[in-house]
């Protein structure tokens, strides 16, 4: 089992749509959470830590459910400028401290 | 806004040359890792420094592959000698470890490599 594992895509919604990708990991013991959101042929950029509480951020929610090992990322009223691939990435505590990045999902949002 | 800078931003060249990728961090992070891409591999892990220590470069080829932080300011990547293999683009991004939390982190615009 992969270290962090997300949703298989492409995710192809249209505008206004409401998304949701999830990402589970294997490390109980992992401490930080984050998505990252990286456009075609640049690099990824930080969108939003994820905490145990769950925070907003404008149309973006993310969660995070420690018992079952995963968090989610939840996009409501899809823009055309949300298509990117985003990337569920966490830090792991186990034989030294450790971020790991999952493979990412696509999301093409469509007029 | 703070950011890491790379370079250089494209380089061509031909197998078997020596290839050299700098990095500087942002100013007063702790942690640089080293990431390769590609289409087929997505986001690979080749070498994680903090406070200028390795700590974890298993994702990187030994024998032709070395990453160094000869000082705060920079770290460094190379690959001697190249091959067609190695054609990705390469990160390197930047972050605040701290209690052995993170607070996210920062990537440079990437090094694009192509080996012929």
């Known amino acids: 089992r992969k270290e962090v594992e997300q949703d298989p895509g492409p995710f192809n919604v249209p505008e206004g749509a409401t998304v949701a990708f999830n990402c589970t990991y294997s490390?109980?013991?992992?401490?930080?959470f984050f998505w990252y959101r990286q456009d075609c042929r640049k690099e990824p950029k930080l969108l939003m830590s994820?905490?145990?509480s769950g925070n907003e951020d404008g149309r973006f929610t993310a969660q995070l459910n420690r018992a079952s090992q995963y968090i989610s990322l939840l996009i409501r009223d899809s823009k055309l400028s949300d298509s990117a691939t985003y990337l569920c990435?966490?830090?792991?505590?186990?034989?030294?401290?450790?971020?790991?990045f999952g493979a990412g999902t696509r999301l093409f949002v469509k007029a | 806004d703070a950011r890491v800078t790379q370079t250089p931003r494209h380089k061509v060249t031909e197998m078997g040359q020596e290839v050299t990728m700098r990095c500087q961090p942002i100013?007063?992070?702790?942690?640089v890792f080293w990431y390769r891409q590609t289409m087929m591999q997505g986001l690979e892990l080749l070498a994680y420094?903090?406070?200028?220590?390795?700590?974890?470069d298993s994702g990187m080829p030994k024998d032709r592959f070395s990453a160094e932080m000869p000082d705060a300011t920079l770290a460094t990547l190379k690959i001697q000698p190249s091959e067609p293999r190695d054609s990705a683009v390469y990160f390197c991004a930047s972050g605040l470890d701290v209690d052995r939390m993170n607070y996210g982190y920062t990537f440079g615009s990437g090094t694009r490599l192509t080996v012929v």
């Open positions: 994820v905490y145990s």
């Open positions: 100013l007063g992070h702790n942690t």
């Open positions: 420094f903090r406070n200028r220590a390795p700590l974890d």
């Open positions: 990435v966490v830090n792991g505590d186990t034989g030294g401290f450790k971020t790991i």
């Open positions: 490390n109980s013991a992992s401490q930080s």
